[in-house]
Structure formats: structure tokens, C-alpha cells
């Protein structure tokens, strides 16, 4: 997926799951920063897809119903209030959940009613439903090129029933390519059909808002409706209902049953039917003559009507308990650090008039007007815009919300919806910077002595601490190098990398470094100093400045021994052994004649 078209269905999720009631707010594509207006799917233009001669939805009807004769009963043409009251609410809803997203469109419902008036007469003659669905799926003719634009196939026959070609769809007559990237789900059941007129109302404001559009600019309004279908004459009709729909006032009537299309709808309130009295003509006598005597009544006396039998008294419905309130539990501020969570977290309570705790309520919460911090999004769903559902008490309580890379203020937005009013809550959010770091030190053992290493070895298990006011600063990123001390100036500034001999870092690719961009530190406030090597270093004593953005330095002595000299022994020259003595045998020995021992 695109970046953008990422960015557009994403925004519309936020429209989308704005209430289960008013118009359900979870799937569909707006785009809302000016910058990305007229490029790619953001804002469609006359050679869009779903501008394409695409024919009227009535060409794919029977033939009875495609051209009917005129009923008898025939007057007037239809006048601005009928429109039937499913459809009406459809509109309606449409205006409300798309200012809830996108109040600098300026929709007005009548410009959808119109669109759905020029489309499919309201859905007349599809069999209308209360729910917003069709007894039959509304399609075009098929877009073979024949008579029509050529599109080929881009749904699978999902919504077209064509596998080869595609038509258009539903009420407000979409290609189901422009449904894939802007369908709606306008009643909140969960699904987005074109052919169900509170998904299809929804989807054509979002599809005529794209691209960041105000439309009560006529400039833009114009562009718009061109790229909804470029004809002139269809933008004509579009704007004649619209602004007759504007000026006549409007009331809602009962949906037409199936297959009187493209009768108009009727106009007000249907009157309940009467028959006619037939009275006879008045006559007069003739001159001079006797007056004509009336006729006589009948004898037979009418027929009674037969009673109608009893029928059980049926219990009226209990009356529905409306949404009435909408309530912040807490603080009306957010604040947080650049990057953090806020906390603690807002709650919200929704009550009914009867004073009960609306349970079940969806509460739409948004972050608005994040021009300044940008990025300020709900950690779990990647967005700025959830819908959370009340709890048991009527409580909703906002999930963890992220503070975006930049300070600044924005507004946050938790509304709830009912069929005929919306309650909202505005609480103000701060997006605080981060609290620089004024100190450095080292945290390593031997912290208040010189760095000291034989040359040919390493510095390493050096660690640092930043702090602000005695606590640890996360985030925080340093630049360490060697620096010699400026004569002139005291100062300590950077070697020359070509002629310094010192210890150094090494880049990714085994070079030499003498400066290095460290990673910030972490949530304890620390970080590790990279590995110094001293292979080839010439013995002597160095300096290693370690600095902050804000100039908040820390200089490290480093110390490179020689390494120790061992003197060389002089060997001993080894004396020539002695011949070992041979034992001298004696000569034959006399041996000892034993004395006898006189008794």
C-alpha cells in the first residue's frame, strides 16, 4: 500500500468510527493535509475512474421499470421535501460524521441527496429499507465500451456480479475501484456496501472531500462534482437539487415499495386517501312547470359493515431513552514530554436523560489541530482517532496516547452520538520538550582518575551518565571526539583527523575515527562509551570531549603507557660434567680365619 493511500484509509477509519448511531466512523478515505492534495488517489479529478460515462443505474432495470409510462395519478413534479427518510437520514448522517473529520470541507447533506437524487432517485424502486439496504443490488450497465466507458474488471464481481467488466454500484452508482479506496460503513453493522445508502452517503462526502477540498468554495465544489462524473449537465442537476433541496425545506416520507422507479417520490406528508363523495347535479324545473320531485331513495338499507373482531390491546413500545450528557472525568489538560506517554489518563462519562449511565455509548476520541506538534497518536492503534465503548458505569477512558516528536499545543475531541444530536468534550493538549541535560559524568569505576591503558590495547567499560538537576535524562545524544587545548582562545577544539595520532573509534567498515556520533541515552539516563583503540598510538596523554547539543561537555584524560620494557637475561654457559669415578675393587682380600673361642 502507498504511503498515502496508507494515509487516506487511515484517516478514515477516524471518520468512520465517529458513532454507531450518527454514522459510524471505522473504514473509509479522507485526506486531510493540504500538502498531499492532487497527489495520487488524494484528491480525484475528471480522469478518475469514477468520473467515466458509466450510464444511468435505471438502464439496468427491466424494461417495464427502465421506462415506465406516467401513472395516472401524476401532478405536480416532485417537489424539494421528498426524499424518503431512510435516504434523508442517510444524508444527514453523512454531513454529520464528515464535519466530525473534516470540518473544513463544509459538506452540505444536500449536496449528497442531490448526487443520490441525479444517481438512483434515492434508491426508489430498489425496495429501500429502513436499514439502509436494498431489496435489490442497484448496478449500471456494464462499462464494456460499448455505448460506455471501458473499464475492465477490478472488484472480481464482488459488487458488479461481472467478472470481466466492471458497473457501477449501489445508490450512489460507485466504481468498485473508487469503493475500494473510499467505501464507507455509515450504520456501524461492520461492513461497507455499496448498495446500503447509509455506506454509500458516507463513502461520496469522503470521496468529494479528498484532497483537503473546502466546498463552499464554488471552485472547489465544482471540481468535486466533476470528478464525481464530468458532465456538466450532471453537475447542473447535481446543484439544482441541491440547492432546491437548500431552499424548499425538506421532510421525510415513507421509502417507495419496489419497482416504482423512477416515479418521484411524494412530496410532504402522504395525505391518507378518501373516497370520493358523488353527489348529483343540481336541476331546475322548467319554466312554468312543476318542480321535478328529488329521486327516491333506495329501500333496500345498506349493508352493515361486519364488526371486526376483537383484536388483544397491544402494549405501546417503551419510549427510547436518548443520550443527554457527556462528561469529563479528570483534568481538562493533557500534557507529556516529547516522545511520552500522557498521563494521568482523561475519562469521559455519558449519561441518558433518564439519568442512567449510557452503557454501550461509542465515544469518538480525536486529536485535532496537531499542526504544531504532529505525530500526537494512540500508542496501540498507530492513529489519532479511536472509538471506545462505555463501560457498565457509562465510563470511557482514553487508551495510552503518545506525545508527538515536536512541542506544542493541539486540541483533543471526545464526542459521543445519538440519532438526532452530538455531545462533545475539548480538552487541551501540551506536548512539553524534553528537559536538556546539564551535567556529564562518569559512572565507571575509577571515575575521578585518568583513563590509563598500555598502547596496543583498548579503552572500553566506560560509561556515562546524563543528568538534569540531579535526574537522569533519557534521550540524551553526545558527540564524543579528541580536541587539543587552543592556545589562544583556552578552548578545546577538534584534532585534524588527517594528522592525528590518537586513540580512535572505528566506523562501520573498520576505519579510523577520531569523532563519533553516540547513541542517545537510554531511559536510566547512561550510555556506554564505543571502544577506543590504541594499536600504533604513540604513548603519551590525550583528551576525549564527550558534548551535548546544548554545549554541556565532559573531557576524559586518556592516558596511553608504553608498554613495559623486559631487560634480556644473559645465559649461563653450562660446565662440563665430570666423568663419574669407577669404585676401586680391592685387591683379593686375605679373607678372616674366625678365632675360636676358648672355653
Excluded at 46 to 61: F, T, V, Y
Excluded at 422 to 449: E, H, I, N, W, Y
Amino acid at each position: 500500500m502507498k504511503p498515502l493511500h496508507r494515509h487516506v484509509v487511515n484517516t478514515s477509519r477516524k471518520v468512520l468510527c465517529t458513532a454507531a448511531l450518527a454514522a459510524s466512523l471505522t473504514t473509509a478515505a479522507v485526506v486531510t493535509n493540504p500538502s498531499t492534495a492532487g497527489a495520487g488517489e488524494s484528491e480525484p479529478t475528471p480522469d478518475s475512474p469514477q468520473a467515466a460515462d458509466r450510464g444511468d443505474a435505471r438502464l439496468d432495470l427491466p424494461e417495464d421499470l427502465a421506462n415506465p409510462q406516467p401513472p395516472a395519478t401524476a401532478g405536480a413534479p416532485e417537489g424539494a421535501s421528498g426524499i424518503p427518510g431512510t435516504a434523508l437520514d442517510a444524508y444527514k448522517r453523512a454531513e454529520v460524521a464528515v464535519a466530525a473529520a473534516l470540518p473544513n470541507c463544509k459538506l452540505p447533506w444536500q449536496l449528497v441527496a442531490g448526487i443520490g437524487r441525479v444517481e438512483s432517485v434515492h434508491a426508489s424502486g430498489y425496495g429501500l429499507k429502513s436499514d439502509g439496504s436494498t431489496d435489490r443490488p442497484i448496478r449500471g450497465p456494464r462499462l464494456d465500451g460499448n455505448g460506455y466507458a471501458q473499464i475492465k474488471d477490478t472488484d472480481k464481481g464482488q459488487w458488479d456480479a461481472d467478472t470481466e467488466y466492471d458497473r457501477a454500484i449501489g445508490p450512489m452508482q460507485f466504481i468498485p475501484s473508487t469503493w475500494k479506496v473510499y467505501g464507507a460503513d455509515g450504520n456501524g453493522d461492520g461492513q461497507r456496501d455499496p448498495n446500503n445508502i447509509y455506506d454509500a452517503a458516507l463513502g461520496t462526502g469522503l470521496y468529494l472531500c479528498a484532497g483537503d477540498k473546502d466546498l463552499s468554495d464554488p471552485a472547489k465544489l465544482d471540481a468535486a462534482l466533476l470528478s464525481y462524473n464530468s458532465s456538466r449537465e450532471y453537475v447542473n442537476a447535481v446543484l439544482g437539487y441541491m440547492r432546491q433541496y437548500q431552499e424548499g425545506g425538506v421532510a421525510g416520507v415513507p421509502n417507495p415499495p419496489v419497482g416504482t422507479y423512477p416515479t418521484p417520490p411524494p412530496t410532504g406528508t402522504l395525505p391518507v386517501p378518501r373516497p370520493p363523495v358523488i353527489r348529483p347535479p343540481a336541476t331546475r324545473p322548467p319554466t312554468g312547470g312543476t318542480p321535478q320531485k328529488p329521486p327516491t331513495k333506495p329501500t333496500t338499507p345498506p349493508t352493515k359493515p361486519t364488526t371486526p373482531p376483537n383484536k388483544p390491546p397491544t402494549k405501546p413500545e417503551p419510549p427510547v431513552v436518548r443520550l443527554a450528557k457527556l462528561s469529563l472525568i479528570g483534568e481538562a489538560e493533557l500534557k507529556a514530554e516529547v516522545g511520552s506517554a500522557f498521563t494521568p489518563t482523561p475519562k469521559v462519562k455519558a449519561l441518558l436523560a433518564d439519568g442512567k449511565p449510557a452503557v454501550g455509548q461509542q465515544v469518538v476520541f480525536a486529536v485535532e489541530q496537531d499542526d504544531t506538534t504532529g505525530g500526537t497518536v494512540f500508542r496501540a492503534a498507530k492513529k489519532n482517532s479511536v472509538v471506545v465503548t462505555t463501560d457498565a458505569q457509562g465510563i470511557a477512558t482514553v487508551p495510552e496516547l503518545t506525545a508527538g516528536p515536536k512541542p506544542g499545543t493541539f486540541s483533543f475531541r471526545a464526542t459521543a452520538y445519538d440519532l438526532t444530536s452530538q455531545f462533545t468534550v475539548m480538552l487541551k493538549g501540551t506536548v512539553l520538550a524534553k528537559p536538556a541535560a546539564d551535567l556529564l559524568v562518569r559512572v565507571d569505576s575509577g571515575a575521578d582518575k585518568p583513563l590509563q591503558v598500555v598502547t596496543g590495547t583498548s579503552f572500553k567499560g566506560v560509561e556515562l551518565l546524563a543528568t538534569a538537576k540531579g535526574k537522569p535524562i533519557a534521550g540524551t545524544k553526545t558527540v564524543a571526539g579528541l580536541v587539543v587545548k587552543d592556545k589562544a582562545t583556552d578552548a578545546w577544539v577538534p584534532v585534524d583527523p588527517a594528522t592525528a595520532k590518537g586513540p580512535y573509534f572505528k566506523g562501520k567498515d573498520g576505519e579510523k575515527l577520531t569523532t563519533l556520533e553516540l547513541a542517545a541515552t537510554g531511559a536510566d539516563g547512561r550510555i556506554a562509551l564505543p571502544e577506543l583503540f590504541t594499536d600504533g598510538v604513540a604513548p603519551g596523554t590525550y583528551q576525549l570531549r564527550v558534548l551535548t547539543p546544548e554545549k554541556v561537555e565532559l573531557v576524559l584524560t586518556l592516558k596511553v603507557d608504553a608498554a613495559p620494557t623486559v631487560p634480556p637475561t644473559t645465559p649461563t654457559t653450562p660446565t662440563t660434567p665430570t666423568t663419574p669415578t669407577t669404585p676401586t675393587t680391592p685387591a683379593n682380600p686375605t679373607p678372616t680365619t674366625p678365632t675360636t673361642a676358648k672355653p
